[in-house]
């Protein structure tokens, strides 16, 4: 059996009834179960690596077979792994990385259920857990929200450096002046702008931490199919108001959107080339939707909390965008068109690939530009 073990960083351990359950995120294999007490405590010790020859003196003599089995079953199923196969910090890294989005959506979507679950329950719930298990359901959630708070601290904590880090490199000094801005760049670089995107973007960040930019120091920002990804009106009002503190007096923001004014008369047209001509675009969107299918996913209706910065959160037409824009603070709100920027810096639409969307002579995206 390999020396030091050590279980795999996606390893759950669950305590249920008595019972031990182990299991990765990442293997098919089923969950180990054992209600054998002297297992449960002993196997919690491979939380850290540890040999398997010294672990398995600490158990009797009766009891070794079963703990080889079980350490050999841990083995099998990639639960417990070698700790000296683990390899490069950053190769971890990178693995870990994945392994934590997966679990991300799944924690969204099961914070989600759970809440449903509670709701559906009612006040029946918080007894018969109290009288189960001593602690209520209300005790229960605050230690839940108290360990996501925690974790959120500590990323807030570390957030400053890592801008910091990630514009030093960038060549981007503090006090700097008519800076311009690509937020939410996707794929799409722009020369001479700082393109901004979550990782991994050249400047890696959530839009809703903020503009790392002091007030004024942009001359111009291109926002394409950022801002539907943004829940409505809360968080796409303060993201607007992030752009206005950072422009310039006078600096202009271009934003495109899914034109969903164009999406609605489609649908009531029964225009059908409109919602087939998609996926030219969108290889990706599902083979054949209904027109309403299709509709409520682009305006942003019925996301899956697991989908995270993909899904649309919203969706606009040019009444409700235009006045967003102006309760954060912008003037002169108008329409554009592609590529028909006033400001010839921001004629940069064909940067994106769903700006650049059309079918027929027609684009699927609303165009708007605003002053500060
Ligand atoms: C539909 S893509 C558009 C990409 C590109 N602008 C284009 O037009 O082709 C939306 C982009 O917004 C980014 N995004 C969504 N929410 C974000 C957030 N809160 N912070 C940073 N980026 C975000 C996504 O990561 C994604 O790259």
Request: glycine letters at 8%.
């Amino acid at each position: 059996m390999t020396n030091t073990l050590v279980f795999a960083p996606d390893t759950l351990v669950r305590f249920r009834n008595g019972q031990i359950l182990i299991h990765t995120t990442s293997s098919a294999a089923p969950a180990f179960v054992t209600d054998n007490a002297m297992l449960t405590g002993w196997l919690t010790q491979f939380a850290r690596p540890l040999s398997a020859a010294q672990a398995l003196q600490q158990v009797g003599a009766a009891d070794r077979p079963v703990a080889v089995a079980a350490l050999e079953h841990l083995l099998d199923a990639g639960a417990l792994i070698a700790a000296e196969t683990t390899g490069s910090a950053a190769v971890n890294d990178t693995a870990a990385h994945d392994r934590s989005r997966r679990h991300l959506r799944t924690l969204a979507r099961s914070v989600y259920d759970l809440a449903c679950d509670a709701l559906a329950f009612g006040p029946d719930i918080e007894r018969q857990l109290g009288i189960s298990t001593g602690i209520g359901l209300e005790r229960r959630l605050m230690a839940l929200l108290a360990a996501v708070d925690g974790l959120r601290n500590e990323f807030r904590t570390r957030r400053d450096g890592y801008l910091e880090r990630q514009l030093s490199a960038l060549g981007v000094i503090a006090g700097q002046q008519d800076l311009r801005l690509h937020i939410g760049c996707g794929m799409g670089m722009l020369d001479n702008w700082v393109n901004i995107d979550i990782h991994p973007a050249p400047l890696a960040m959530n839009v809703l931490w903020g503009l790392p930019f002091a007030d004024g120091s942009a001359q111009c920002v291109f926002v394409s199919h950022l801002l539907e990804h943004l829940y409505y009106p809360h968080d796409a009002r303060a993201f607007l108001c992030e752009i206005r503190r950072v422009l310039k007096p006078g600096g202009i923001v271009r934003i495109v959107v899914p034109d969903v004014e164009q999406c609605i008369d489609a649908y009531v047209a029964n225009d059908r080339s409109f919602f087939g001509s998609r996926r030219e675009t969108w290889d990706w969107w599902p083979e054949n939707p209904t027109r309403l299918e299709d509709f409520l996913a682009y305006a942003g209706a019925g996301t899956d909390p697991g989908y995270l910065f993909e899904a649309h959160k919203f969706g606009y037409d040019f009444e409700t965008l235009s006045r967003l824009m102006q309760e954060a603070g912008l003037q002169h709100v108008e329409r554009s068109e592609f590529m028909s920027s006033r400001h010839p810096e921001l004629r940069v639409d064909e940067i994106s690939a769903v700006a650049k969307a059309r079918y027929g002579d027609r684009f699927y995206s609303l165009f708007v530009e605003g002053q500060a």
